[in-house]
């Protein structure tokens, strides 16, 4: 995600490439990929990125934000803004980790192709110059959505997780076609993908609800309003189950941190 944030910043110009320091734990792989791809960009330790940079992402799993941040707080400038991208690390904690202003916010895979919708979370330190900033970088690849941090979680699964479980969906209902008819698995997989994209431009650019869209296209009392009865009594109970895995994992993901900042 850190390699996607940058990479769509440059590509949009939203940034120059002197602009842009970087740090990792982890040395060779995407870091040296993306050095290659823009070589005027700075690689740095965290604690030089810090006293250089206004704006700072923190791009490491939940379990490494406070060991990161501890890092570089004392040497950030002083109007320095902290966003965190982690799941499950509240605005609480990362208050309690540093004195600088902090965001969270919560990207999704669909932002490569400029769509989508980026989750924002503003902690009450950060200025409204700071929140403008950062919401105009971020808008150049998708749609900003400032939302209550008690909502984020449930959120996620509906932008940040959801390319994954729609491609889990959609796996599922091209494996069914395949096992009931001579199709071929990439046929089928065609097929889906085509109808994926035309129904995204159904809802988007004819602004049709879901339920709209079924209308268009099911007659009633004909194949496709069996096949979507079918679904609706399905999908409930899966999805609620869904919905209570993830939330429940995202629970056990802050009990491991809090019990970290013990």
Request: net charge negative.
């Amino acid at each position: 995600m850190a390699d996607m944030i940058a990479s769509k910043l440059l590509e949009q110009k939203k940034i120059n490439e002197d602009m842009v320091a970087i740090s990792t734990r982890t040395p060779g792989g995407r870091a040296e990929s993306f050095i290659k791809r823009y070589p005027n960009v700075s690689r740095q330790s965290p604690e030089e990125l810090a006293n250089q940079c206004e704006l700072l992402f923190i791009c490491v799993p939940p379990i490494a934000v406070k060991e990161a941040v501890a890092q570089i707080s004392p040497h950030l400038q002083k109007d320095a803004h902290i966003v965190s991208i982690a799941a499950a690390v509240t605005i609480e904690q990362l208050h309690k980790w540093t004195g600088s202003q902090v965001s969270r916010y919560i990207p999704t895979l669909t932002s490569e192709t400029d769509t989508g919708t980026s989750l924002v979370v503003h902690g009450e330190r950060v200025a409204e110059k700071n929140k403008k900033r950062l919401e105009e970088y971020l808008a150049s690849f998708g749609r900003v959505k400032n939302i209550r941090e008690a909502d984020i979680d449930a959120a996620s699964n509906l932008t940040s997780s959801s390319p994954g479980l729609i491609a889990s969906i959609f796996e599922e209902f091209a494996q069914a076609a395949v096992r009931n008819s001579s199709l071929a698995k990439e046929e089928a997989f065609d097929f889906l993908i085509h109808s994926l994209v035309g129904t995204g431009k159904l809802l988007l650019e004819k602004q049709m609800t879901f339920e709209e869209t079924l209308q268009r296209v099911a007659t009633k009392g004909g194949i496709t309003a069996e096949g979507a009865d079918a679904i609706r009594q399905q999908a409930p109970q899966m999805f609620d189950e869904v919905f209570s895995r993830t939330l429940k994992k995202y629970e056990e993901i802050k009990e491991t941190v809090s019990r970290g900042d013990q």
